[in-house]
T-cell receptor
Framework: GDSVTQTEGPVTVSESESLIINCTYS????????LFWYVRYPGEGLQLLLK?????QKGSSRGFEATYNKETTSFHLQKASVQESDSAVYYC????????????FGLGTTLQVQP | EAAVTQSPRNKVAVTGGKVTLSCNQT?????MYWYRQDTGHGLRLIHY???????EKGDIPDGYKASRPSQENFSLILELATPSQTSVYFC????????????FGAGTRLSVL
């Protein structure tokens, strides 16, 4: 079945440093799955950070970027300069085939940004 | 603003007891979902629904029932709660378009003692 693998956490970086959280996927049910990054801040539910539905395209939001790479089946999340407020859990997800709207999630990566 | 609201936010239950988790959405979305999130497992789908009166089994439905009495409401029911069901539960809503993201509630932390 479909699956998502992402960087194991926790990941600790200092404020203003760069960040990359790796995400690779395996999609057997669909050739071009939609790809998403969600973020969960402490005490809150998951919220969409960015999505990309076309291979080769890049999504961006709040200074974060991710490029849909069909060749390497990757969707890594990057940010050039993190802030303490970016501390959260980040989830990579892919959308299954069909119109169920179901998402397959990675395990989540906890990011801790030190001041 | 569109929203997904879960209740209760925290629940302590006894083994063998009945637990009902409720979810309400104002997004006017057709689809709704129940996930649980555990360390080492990420989010796993329990049940989902395509609309009022519909419920479908997700990847880990055993021990859970779901009810969708209206477009807005979707409940998760644990008839006989067990300690293995201690977890954080998330409700989400989404459209039928595969590109539509899911909108999540804040979660319910359930402890079964």
């Amino acid at each position: 079945g479909d699956s998502v693998t992402q960087t194991e956490g926790p990941v600790t970086v200092s404020e203003s440093e760069s960040l990359i959280i790796n995400c690779t996927y395996s999609a057997t049910s669909i050739a071009y799955p939609n790809l998403f990054w969600y973020v969960r801040y402490p005490g809150e539910g998951l919220q969409l950070l960015l999505k990309v539905i076309t291979a080769g395209q890049k999504g961006s939001s709040r200074g974060f970027e991710a490029t849909y790479n069909k060749e390497t089946t990757s969707f890594h999340l990057q940010k050039a300069s993190v802030q303490e407020s970016d501390s959260a859990v980040y989830y990579c997800a892919l959308g299954e085939a069909g119109n169920t709207g179901k998402l397959i999630f990675g395990l989540g990566t906890t990011l801790q940004v030190q001041p | 603003e569109a929203a997904v609201t879960q209740s209760p936010r925290n629940k302590v239950a006894v083994t063998g007891g009945k637990v009902t988790l409720s979810c309400n959405q104002t997004n006017n979305h057709n689809n709704m979902y129940w996930y649980r999130q555990d360390t080492g497992h990420g989010l796993r789908l329990i049940h989902y629904s395509y609309g009022a009166g519909s419920t479908e089994k997700g990847d880990i439905p055993d021990g859970y029932k779901a009810s969708r009495p209206s477009q807005e409401n979707f409940s998760l029911i644990l008839e006989l709660a067990t300690p293995s069901q201690t977890s954080v539960y998330f409700c989400a809503s989404g459209g039928r378009d595969r590109a539509t993201p899911l909108y999540f509630g804040a979660g319910t932390r359930l402890s079964v003692l």
